[in-house]
C-alpha cells in the first residue's frame, strides 16, 4: 500500500470517507469489495486517535446486559465469532474473572443468569461457557485477590485485539480491492452544489499535511467517519447551524504490573454501578477505563493524576495487596464519540452506532457513537445505506464478503496449531530466535513471510531494533513498504506496539526508528532530528511511556 497523493484528483469516486480510525477503515473495506470506486482520507494517521486508545478487547459489553441493550450485545457477540473465524491472529479469547464481593451491586445470582445470555449469545463451543467459581477457586485463579468480604467468582470469555493493527488491516484490505487510500491528508472544504436534486457535495479541497499541498477531490457520495472530530467536518457544510451529533467522553487507561496473570479482571467501581476491565497486555495489565464528558480539543486530550488515582482506588478495592502511583508504568487517553442521548451519564450513553443525514447535503452522512467490536457490522450497514442513495449498484454488490473473506494475515486456519508450524519454520529459514518468531507470526498472521522474506537478500534486517528486545529492523522496514508508516510516530506508536511492551526503551528506540526512515525518504540530519522531537511530542500525549508517567 503505497501513499500517491496524484491519484486523488484523477478519478471521480463512488464514495469518498473522511477518517482513517476502525469505522472508516471497515467502510472503506466493505464497499471497495462490493464493486465502489472508493477514497479515504484520513487527517493524521491510521487509527491515530480513539481506534489506537481503546482497552484493545473484543466483546460484547456484559453490563450492557443490565441496561437491555440486547441488540447491541448481540451484535458484539456475532461480531467477535466473526473476526475470530476472519482474523484469528487479531481476536485472541481470553478469561475474564469477575470476583463477587459483600457490597457488590450485583449478587452471584444475577450474575449467572446474565453470564447464561451472554453465553446463548454467542460463545464459541463448550470451552468458551462461562463458569461459577468458590471463593477458594477465585483466589486459587487470581491469588492477588483480597479474600475478605469475597462471595463468589465468575470466569466467562472474550477476546482481545490490538485495535491499531486491526484498523489497518481494514485499510489494507480496502487498498487491495481498489481503494484510493491516503493518511496525513486533511480536508479543508466541501463545495456545494443546489440542482435540481437539492444539496449536495460535490467535491473537497484536502491538503497533504506533509508538503502542504492540496487537491481536489470529488465523489457522488461522502461519509464522514472523522469520530471526535465528526461535528467540525459537519461544520464544513453551507448551512450548518451549530448542533452536535456525537458526545465525546474521554476514556483513561494505565499499565501496570500483570496482578491477575493470563485473566482479565472485571469487578465493580463504589459506588455506583460503573465498572473497571483489566485484561493482560504483552505482560503487563491494562487498566480502564475512566468515562467523563469531554469539551476540549480532541488532539490534546490525555491522562491526568485524578484519573489515575481514580483507576488505582477501583482495583485497590479487591487487591491484597494494594498498588501505587509507583506502580504504574505508564498510561494514555483516548475518546468515545458517542452518539448525542440527551439526560444519560456517560456511562449509560448508548455505544450503538446511528447514521445522521443533515439537511443541508443529500449525499453526506455522518457515523455516530459504535464501538471497536462492531465495526465490520457498521461498515456493511454503512455501505447499504450509500447503495441505495446511489441507486445503480454495481453488479455483486447485493452480497456481503466481510462476512466470509479473512482480513490480511487472517488465512491461518487454526491459529494455535499455525502459530507453532509458522513460528518454527520462520526461526528456522530466517535465523531468528523462536521467540521472536513466534510473535511475528501472531502479529501478522499469515502475512509473517512478507515481513521476513527480504532477510534473504539483507541479513541486516534481522538485527533487532535498538531499544527493543524482540522488534526487528524488518519490521520497520515492512511499515515503510507495506503499510504507509511517513513518520517515527505511526511505526513506534501504531504498526509496532512497541509502546507497550517496550515502554521504558522508546528514548533509544525512537532514534533508531527514525535513522531507518531518514534512509527511506532521504531526509537530512535536520529533519532526522525534527521527526524525532514530533514523535517525542505525540509520545507524551498519547502512550504509556516512562515520561507520562512521570507526570502522573
Keep these: 500500500m503505497q501513499r500517491n497523493l496524484e491519484d486523488l484528483s484523477k478519478r471521480k469516486f463512488d464514495l469518498a470517507i473522511i477518517g482513517g480510525g476502525i469505522q472508516g477503515a471497515a467502510t472503506a473495506r466493505d464497499a471497495a469489495r462490493r464493486g465502489l470506486k472508493v477514497l479515504l482520507v484520513e487527517a493524521r494517521d491510521f487509527a491515530g486517535a480513539t481506534s489506537s486508545r ?26 467477535r465469532r466473526l473476526l475470530l473465524q476472519l482474523a484469528p491472529h487479531l481476536a485472541q479469547p481470553v478469561p475474564f474473572l469477575l470476583p463477587i464481593y459483600e457490597g457488590d451491586p450485583y449478587s452471584s445470582f444475577k ?48 477476546s482481545e485485539t490490538d485495535d491499531a493493527r486491526l484498523t489497518l488491516e481494514n485499510i489494507l484490505d480496502a487498498a487491495d480491492h481498489g481503494a484510493v487510500i491516503a493518511n496525513y491528508t486533511q480536508v479543508r472544504n466541501l463545495a456545494i452544489s443546489t440542482g435540481n436534486g437539492g444539496a449536495r457535495v460535490v467535491s473537497a479541497e484536502a491538503e497533504d499535511r506533509l508538503s502542504d499541498r492540496r487537491y481536489e477531490i470529488s465523489a457522488r457520495y461522502w461519509v464522514n467517519a472523522a469520530g471526535p472530530w465528526v461535528d467540525q467536518v459537519r461544520a464544513l457544510l453551507a448551512g450548518y447551524d451549530g ?36 485484561p493482560p497486555w504483552h505482560g503487563h495489565a491494562l487498566l480502564g477505563t475512566t468515562d ?67 439537511p443541508w447535503a443529500s449525499n453526506f452522512v455522518s457515523i455516530c ?78 502475512r509473517w513471510r512478507a515481513v521476513l522474506d527480504p532477510i534473504r537478500e539483507d541479513k541486516s534486517l534481522a538485527a533487532v531494533v535498538p531499544g527493543s528486545t524482540d522488534l526487528l529492523i524488518a519490521e520497520v522496514e515492512f511499515a515503510l513498504r507495506e503499510e504507509m508508516a511517513v513518520r517515527v510516530e505511526d511505526f513506534v506508536l501504531r504498526r509496532s506496539g512497541l509502546n507497550w511492551y517496550a515502554a521504558s526503551a522508546l528514548r533509544e528506540a525512537a532514534p533508531a526508528v527514525a535513522s531507518i526512515f531518514a534512509a527511506h525518504f532521504g531526509w537530512n540530519d535536520t529533519s532526522r532530528s525534527k521527526a524525532i522531537e514530533a514523535f517525542y511530542e505525540e509520545a507524551a500525549k498519547a502512550n504509556p511511556a516512562k515520561m507520562v508517567n512521570s507526570e502522573l
Design 243 to 278: 448542533s452536535r451529533t456525537v458526545r465525546l467522553t474521554k476514556g483513561t487507561h494505565i499499565l501496570l504490573p500483570p496482578v491477575a496473570g493470563p485473566f482479565a479482571l472485571f469487578a465493580a467501581i463504589l459506588p455506583g454501578k460503573r465498572i473497571f476491565v483489566m
Design 54 to 79: 481503546s482497552s484493545k478487547m473484543i466483546h460484547g459489553g456484559l453490563r450492557y446486559l443490565e441496561q437491555y441493550d440486547f441488540r447491541l450485545v448481540h451484535e458484539a457477540r456475532r461480531e
Design 369 to 446: 457513537g459504535g464501538k471497536l467490536t462492531t465495526a465490520r457490522a457498521l461498515g456493511e450497514k454503512v455501505t447499504d445505506h450509500v447503495l441505495a442513495r446511489l441507486g445503480d449498484a454495481p453488479p455483486g454488490s447485493n452480497t456481503y464478503p466481510t462476512r466470509t473473506e479473512p482480513l490480511p494475515g487472517g488465512q491461518t486456519g487454526p491459529f494455535d496449531v499455525y502459530v507453532n508450524y509458522a513460528a518454527w519454520e520462520a526461526a528456522r529459514m530466517f535465523d531468528v530466535p523462536y521467540p521472536i518468531a513466534e510473535r511475528i507470526v501472531k502479529t501478522y498472521g499469515s
Design 292 to 358: 467523563t464528558d469531554y469539551d476540549g480539543d480532541p488532539a490534546r486530550v490525555r491522562p491526568d493524576l485524578a484519573d489515575t488515582e481514580y483507576l488505582l482506588a477501583a482495583l485497590n478495592r479487591v487487591l491484597a495487596r494494594p498498588l501505587g502511583l509507583s506502580d504504574v508504568v505508564g498510561a494514555f487517553a483516548g475518546l468515545r464519540a458517542l452518539a448525542v442521548q440527551p439526560g444519560r451519564s456517560p456511562s449509560e450513553n448508548t455505544r450503538e452506532y446511528r447514521l445522521h443525514e443533515d
Design 111 to 158: 450474575i449467572r443468569m446474565g453470564l447464561t445470555v451472554y453465553d446463548l449469545m454467542g460463545n464459541l463451543g463448550r470451552k468458551d461457557l462461562h463458569k461459577m467459581l468458590s471463593p477458594a477457586e477465585t483466589l486459587r485463579r487470581v491469588p492477588s485477590l483480597k479474600p475478605e468480604g469475597l462471595r463468589k467468582g465468575a470466569v466467562y470469555f472474550d
